[in-house]
C-alpha cells in the first residue's frame, strides 16, 4: 500500500508506536457431529474443509464455526468488525485503521494470524469472490450481507489444496443460507456516550416457495452507516502525546502528555539564528510572537512542559470515518428433477468511505521561502529579519486553512452466480458453476495542494499600482492570486481555489470462474468402511486496472505521484481428495482415516505451482479424537506485486554513511562501512541530519516474482465426555512457515545493504539509492517486491463449551482462545540471524480469548462477552537491541479486558425487541495510543456504546 505524507512521519524521532462482537456461539463442527450420531436417522452432510460429503463425521481440519445470529446480535452493524475481534484474526484492515494507506478508506479486509490480508482466501459458499481492492484477491467482508449469514467457518491446516491459492493461511468461508422463507425485517441504531459517534443498519428480507415447492426465490436490502469520529471528539484520545529527551539527562526517551512539535504550526513559524535567536509564530494580523519551547525538547523539533506551543497533530485524525453501504441481493433455486437443482444469486453493493489526512505542510521547506520584499511580511517581522541580516525566511506550516486532505473512496460491486448441483450418476454429488463479478473504486482526494501554483502565490510583490500580486508575470496572467502564509486563517478563499485540486482515481476489478466437482462419500468399501473421494476442475481469470489523475500522476501536487498500473493473469486448477478409513473398532481405535488432497494449477504469470495436503483422523474412544494435517500450500503474485507501477511514496530512513552512524560499530563492521560509503563519494565529516524527514521514494511490483511457499502442519484433540453431556474442548497446535516470501525490502535494509555488502558497492542494492552529487543526501530509493522474506509462525487454538439447563431456561457458555507462541519476520531467508519477534507485540498479543455467556428463558435472552488481551510490548526486541535502549518510557501496553452485554424480549407475534451495551466498563485505550494503528485496532477507540435493536419475522 502506498502511505499518505504525514508529518508523524516526517520526523525521526515522531512518536511511531502504533497505538463485540456478541457471545459466540462457538459450535464448532466437533459439537455438530456428535448430535447428528445420536439421531436416529444420520444424512451425509457436507464437511467444512472437505469437498467429500460425510456420513455424521467431523471436519479433519481445524474449524471454528461462528452462527449467523451471534455475529449480527453483537450491536456490529459490519460484520468484518465483529469477526476482527476473534482471536486468530488480526484488526490489519478495519474501519478503525482508514488512514494509513492511499485508497483504503472502507475496507473490512481479513488476516489470518496477521501474515498478511493477501494471505488469507475469503469465500462465499466456497466459492471466489471478486476482490474490493485494486491489485488484490482481498474481499471486503462489508459486502457481504448479513441477514443471510448462516455461519462463518475459519478454516485452518491445508485449506489450500481443498480451496485454491492464497489460503496461505487458512480460509475464512461465509456460508449463507440456501432456502429463505417469509419476511425477515431487522433494525438497529446505537450511540456513542461520549463524541457524538453513531450508527445504524435496516435490513429488510423475502423469500418464498413457487412452483409447488419445487423453487425458492428470495430478496434483500441492508442499508448501513456510521458518522465520523475525530480523536479530538473524545477526552482520552485528544490529549497530544510525544517522545521526549529525559530531564535528568538519561538516554530514555518520556512520553509526555501536552508535548508536540513546536518548530510548526498553523499560523507559520519562522526561526532566525543570528541577530535575535529563536523562532517565531503569527498572530492573525501577521505580527510575530516568540514560540514557546517549553521546559523539555527533543530533536530541535519537540517540546513539552510549561509555555510549550506545540501543535496537536491529533486535529486531523479520525477514530472511526464517514461510512455507509448499501446491499441488495437476490437468489433463487429451482428443482429441475429430485436430483438436480439449478441455482442463480444476483448481488450489488456500493460502499462510501470518507476520511481525512493531515493537510499539506511545509517543514523546513524552500516552497514557502518568502522573501524580504514580499508585502505581506509585517514590519516587526521585516525588523527582525533586517536584525538578523536575512533577505528571506522559510515558514514552516501547516496549510489548515486550504482544509484537510479528504479522500472519499466509493466502491460499487456486483457478482453473479449460475450453478446446477445435485446427484449424478446415482451416488455422485455435482457441483457445477459460472461466476461473474466486478469493482469500481472511485477515489476522490480534495484540498490537493498544485506545488507550482502554490510556490508562485508565496512569491508575492507589489506592482507599479500597489496591488499586491504574483511575481511572476506568466502566472498572472494564468490568473495566480498571492498567498499570506502569516496568520492562522490567512489564506483566502481566492487563494486557495488556485492552488488546490480534487484529484480522482478510478479502478475496475474483473473476475470471470468457471468451476465443476464431483464427490462420492461411498465409493468402495474397505474393511473399515467406505473411501470417499472429490475432483474437480477450476478456471478462473483476474483482471485490475487502475487510472491516476493524470496531472497528480505527474508529481505536480502534494498527493502521492502514484501510477496507472494494471494487469491480468487466468489459471487453471485441477483438485482430487480422498478419504481412506484404516481402520476400525480395534482396542485403543474407535477409527482411523486418512485423508489426502492434491491440487495442480496452471497460472499464466508464474506457471505450474502445486497445493497438496495429508491428514489423519484418530477417534481412540467416542469421547476422545486426536486429529493432524500437514500442507504445501503456494500463492502466486497478486496483480498488484505482479505488475505494480513505480509510484511515488515516503520511508523512514536513517543515512548510514552519516559520521554519528559509523560511531557505535565494531572495527569490522566500520572498516567495511566507512570504505564503501568513501567509494561513494561521501566525506567521512558527512553528517547532516536532513534524514530527520521522511524521503522520497518509489515502490512498485515486480514482473520476475515467483510463487510464495508455505508448509504448514496442525495436531490437536477433541474431547467430548459422555459423563459431561453438552461439553465439547477442542485443542490444536498449529505451524506455518511461509518461505519465497513476496515482501519490500525495507528502505533502511536497500541502505545498510548497500554499504555494509563486503564485496564492494557494486551490488543490487547500491543500485536502487541515488545521492545528491554535491550534498551527498539520498534524493530517491526504489523499492520492488521481491521472493526474499521469510515468515513463520505458531500457536494453540483452543475451544471450550459447555450448555446446560439451569432454572428453567439454557445456558450456552464457550471459551474461545489463542496463544501466540512465535511470529518471526525474516526480511532475508537467507540470513537467520535478522528477525523481528513479533509475538507478544501491539496486535500481537500472546494469549487471546473470547468468553461469552448466552442465557435464554422463555421469551428471554441474556448475552455477555468478555475479551481478553494479553499485555504487550511496544516494539520488537530486535528493534529494542538496535537502539541499544529503551526508546521510550512507555515500552508495554498492559492487559485489557473489554465487557460487552444485551438482553431481548420476543414477542408471540414475532416481534422482537433488544438493547446492548458495548466495552460496558468503559474501558480505555492504552496510554498514548489512539486505536487507529494495524496492531493498536485491537483496542475499542469508541468507548461505551449503546444500541437498540428491533426485528420482526414472519
Known sequence: MITQRRLADAIRFSLFAAGSMAALSMTTSAIAAEQAQEEAKIEKIEVTGSRIYREGAIAPSPVTVISGEELTNSGATNIGEALNELPALASTYSLSNQSSSIGTAGLNLLDLRGMGASRTLVLVDGKRHVSSSPGSASLDVNTIPTDWVESVEIITGGASAIYGADAVTGVVNFKMKQRIDGLNVNAIAGA??????????????????????????????EYAQQNSLDVLDREQTATSWANLDNPTGETIKVLTPNAGYFAISNAGTVGFFGGTPGLYTFLPDGTPVPVGTGTIQSGGVLCGGQDCDYINLNQWSQLQPEFDRTTVNFKTNYDFTDNLTGYFEAKWSQTNATTNFQPAFFFFDPTTLVTRDNPYIHADLGALMDQAGLGYVVVNRFMTDLGPRIEDNERTTQRYVAGLQGVVMEEWDLDAYAIYGQTKQTRANSNNLITDNFAKSVDAIRNANGDIVCRDTAAQAAGCVPVNLFGDGAVTAEAADWFSTTSVGTATIKQTVLGASLSNSGLFELPAGMVGFAAGMEYRKEESQTKEDPFAASGATFFNAIQDEGGEFDVTEVFAETSIPLLEDLPGIKNLTFDAAIRYADYSTIGDATSWKLGLDWSIVDSLRLRSTLSTALRAPNIGEYYGAQSQNFFRVTDSCKASNLANLTPE??????????????????????????????????DQLKPEESDSYTVGFVFQPSYLEGFTMTVDYWNIEITEAIANISAQDIVNRCVDSSTGINNQYCALITRDPTSFEITDIEQTVQNVAKQEASGVDFELGYNFPLMGGDLHTSLLGTYLIERNEYPFQDDASDYEEYAGTTGEAQWQGQLSLNYTIDAWGVNWKTRYLDSVDLYTKQFNDNYNVPYSTVMTYDAYTISDMSASYTMDNGLKFGLGVNNLFDAELPTGSTGTGAGSASYDNIGRFYYLSISYQM
Open 669 to 702: 563492521q566500520f572498516a567495511t562501512r566507512s570504505a564503501n560509503c568513501a567509494a561513494l563519494g561521501i566525506p567521512t565529516t558527512f553528517d547532516s541530519s536532513y534524514d530527520s524527514a521522511t524521503l522520497a521514494g518509489t515502490s512498485g511490483g515486480n
Open 192 to 221: 456513542g456516550e461520549e463524541g457524538g459517534f453513531n450508527n445504524q443498519k435496516f435490513n429488510i428480507s423475502f423469500g418464498s416457495d413457487y412452483a409447488d415447492g419445487r423453487g425458492n426465490a428470495a430478496i434483500s436490502v
